[in-house]
């Protein structure tokens, strides 16, 4: 069975860092394309960045660009996400997805999910 399973969330004061892992199981890692997305309580989930199987093509979202970083390391079956300066309203469950598709993972159309790990900024 696949399993995506995400780690590394935790409380964060504004201004720090944190890293998000995301270790996918079950499936050819190596040729899926790779999201993240986040909700936050009472808005709609949103895409945050993704990245190709290859790696070669990776999208962010403007409210993260050149703040978060997306990485792949397909010889561990794990995706990462890089977060530095940190905003309080970078606050949500961030959930990541796999899917072959790399234009269905960007578009939230992802095949499999985690279950999310919680981020906490305050400020």
């Known amino acids: 069975a696949v399993q995506v399973v995400e780690s590394g969330g935790g409380l964060v004061q504004a201004g720090g860092s944190l890293r998000l892992s995301c270790t996918a199981s079950?499936?050819?890692?190596?040729?899926?394309?790779m999201g993240w997305f986040r909700q936050a309580p009472g808005k709609e989930r949103e895409v945050v960045s993704a990245?190709?199987?290859?790696?070669?093509?990776?999208y962010y979202a403007d409210s993260v660009k050149g703040r978060f970083t997306i990485s792949r390391d397909n010889a561990k079956y794990t995706m990462y996400l890089q977060m530095s300066s940190l905003k309080p309203e970078d606050t949500a469950m961030y959930y990541c997805?796999?899917?072959?598709?790399?234009?269905?993972?960007?578009?939230?159309?992802?095949?499999?999910w985690g279950q999310g790990t919680q981020v906490n900024v305050s400020s």
């Open positions: 990245i190709s199987f290859s790696g070669s093509t990776i």
């Open positions: 997805a796999a899917d072959q598709d790399y234009y269905k993972v960007r578009s939230g159309r992802g095949t499999y």
């Open positions: 079950g499936l050819p890692f190596g040729v899926y394309a």
